[in-house]
């Protein structure tokens, strides 16, 4: 069975705080990706990361960095938490240039104060 | 560019009768797929079904069918029989053209199930 985790389902930060939101998946998917979900906006893609050490930002990339050191994780890092980082974030793999499904994990609700 | 459009922002529908989740795309890409998620109240997102730009035929998954317009560039989700199990959000999303095929996603519909 297909997997995708997250660390925490649920997280609450200080303004400024640097954030890890961490994403493993157990499929041996070269393609990671990372979304922040928000009402009446649908999912917008963060960053996404083809291959080991490799990223590319997507839609919405300020204010956040990744880092891809396996082929396993792909975490989420928030520098310094801003109110306005408030939301879902969602993990998601897929197989390669020729597997377009993607697998998605439960989510993350970050709430930052 | 490429943009997923979803004009409702919610639907009903009584149990056991179908229901149309509307979406329209915009690309000038000849090749593109489409794709329709479901993502119940526990917040997963749950793949549906997909359709290639050159499929011939519209994709179909047990009572999921996708109604694939190309002409009007519309991409629409019917649900048959609808359960309750289907009240859910639902995101249309395309494919986009790097090599990690990342998706770009509408906004959802709410679709509520009426016993």
């Known amino acids: 069975d297909v997997k995708v985790t997250q660390s925490s389902r649920y997280l609450v930060k200080r303004t400024g705080e640097k954030v890890f939101l961490e994403c493993v998946q157990d499929m041996d998917h070269e393609n990671m990706f990372w979304y922040r979900q928000d009402p009446g906006l649908g999912l917008r893609l963060i960053y996404f990361?083809?291959?080991?050490?490799?990223?590319e930002k997507g839609d919405i990339p300020e204010g956040y960095s990744v880092s891809r050191e396996k082929k396993e994780r792909f975490s989420l890092i928030l520098e310094s938490a801003s109110t306005n980082q408030t939301s879902m974030y969602l993990c998601?793999?897929?197989?390669?240039?020729?597997?377009?499904?993607?697998?998605f994990g439960p989510g993350t609700r970050l709430t930052v104060t | 560019a490429q943009k997923i459009t979803q004009t409702q922002p919610g639907m009903f529908v009584q149990e056991k009768e179908a229901v149309t989740l509307d979406c329209t795309y915009d690309t000038s890409d000849p090749s593109y797929g489409l794709f329709w998620y479901k993502q119940p109240s526990s917040g997963e997102m749950i793949f549906l079904i997909y359709q290639g730009s050159y499929d011939q035929q519209n994709a179909t998954e047990g009572r999921y069918s996708l109604n694939f317009q190309k002409a009007r560039k519309s991409a629409n989700l019917v649900i048959s029989a609808s359960q309750l199990g289907d009240s859910a959000m639902y995101f249309c999303a395309m494919r986009g053209t790097t090599g990690a095929n990342n998706l770009f996603f509408g906004t959802g519909t709410r679709l509520t199930v009426i016993p």
């Open positions: 990361s083809y291959d080991v050490k490799m990223k």
């Open positions: 998601a793999s897929s197989r390669g240039e020729t597997s377009y499904e993607q697998y």
